[in-house]
């Protein structure tokens, strides 16, 4: 039988799981999906300064603002175009958020927002570090301290969604410096775009009408001008017997008259 210690232990390991479920904080909007597990917002990998050359030899184990310093300046060395370049080296797919789900519609949304609801913050106040949001294969915006420029609950990214065409995938990464092995998030939400759709059908329509109504102006025009013709012509050809009648009625008076005048 276990001894009480083991139960405490235990009893105290689940309530820390359960209250870290969203120790790290989610996208919240457009809301994220997660996988199954209770503690889904947690990093995805550990990266250190020996990713990089441009990183080794440089001092990581002070406060999370100077670390966050000292990466700033070495990564324009690293020859990385972007964050998410270092993320694909560690992190597969959509670390444990899900990119299987029917996309959320963004056509009225103008941000992203990353939340924590357990301190009630947006980004943790200790995870200083860089950040970036892209749609598909486009980045949005680069950041090199979200935590800094980001506050408030929840934390609040302008995001211009007219990026997106129809279907696309928003893809998060945030790196935390606040210790000498880096925390790596990634999460990712299938999103759509209403508003192009809509954009499209309405210029569609016009332009369907718009062209229909000429057409229809022009048809009637040639049908109306073709009716003309043929109908002049029909009444030309019924008037033109006339002529033929008056010949027909002086040619029968004159032979009467002579016939009168023999007489």
């Not at 790196?175 to 939400?189: D, F, P």
Request: overall charge positive; glycine content about 12%; charged content about 15%.
């Amino acid at each position: 039988m276990p001894s009480a210690s083991v139960i405490i232990s235990a009893v105290f390991a689940a309530a820390a799981a359960l209250g870290s479920v969203d120790a790290h904080g989610y996208i919240s909007s457009p809301k994220a999906q997660f996988k199954p597990g209770p503690v889904y917002t947690t990093y995805n990998a550990i990266i250190t300064a020996n990713d990089n050359a441009a990183f080794k030899g440089k001092i990581f184990n002070r406060s999370p603002e100077q670390n966050t310093q000292v990466f700033t300046s070495a990564w324009p060395q690293t020859g990385y175009k972007s964050l998410r370049a270092l993320f694909d080296k560690y992190v597969k797919d959509c670390g444990n958020s899900r990119d299987d789900i029917a996309p959320v519609d963004v056509s009225n949304l103008k941000a992203m927002t990353w939340q924590n609801n357990e301190y009630k913050e947006g980004f943790l106040g200790s995870h200083h570090g860089p950040c970036e949001v892209w749609i598909d294969d486009q980045m949005i915006t680069h950041d090199d301290d979200c935590v800094a420029k980001y506050k408030g609950f929840p934390a609040s990214i302008p995001v211009d969604y007219s990026k997106c065409k129809g279907n696309c995938k928003l893809s998060f990464y945030w790196l935390a410096l606040h210790s000498q092995e880096w925390q790596a998030y990634k999460q990712c939400v299938p999103i759509k775009n209403g508003a192009g759709g809509n954009a499209g059908g309405n210029t569609g329509g016009n332009t369907g009408g718009n062209n229909g109504g000429n057409n229809g102006g022009n048809n009637g025009g040639n049908n109306g001008g073709n009716n003309g013709g043929n109908n002049g012509a029909n009444q030309g050809g019924n008037k033109a017997p006339s002529p033929t009648k008056k010949r027909t009625n002086r040619s029968l008076r004159n032979f009467v008259d002579e016939a009168e005048g023999q007489n």
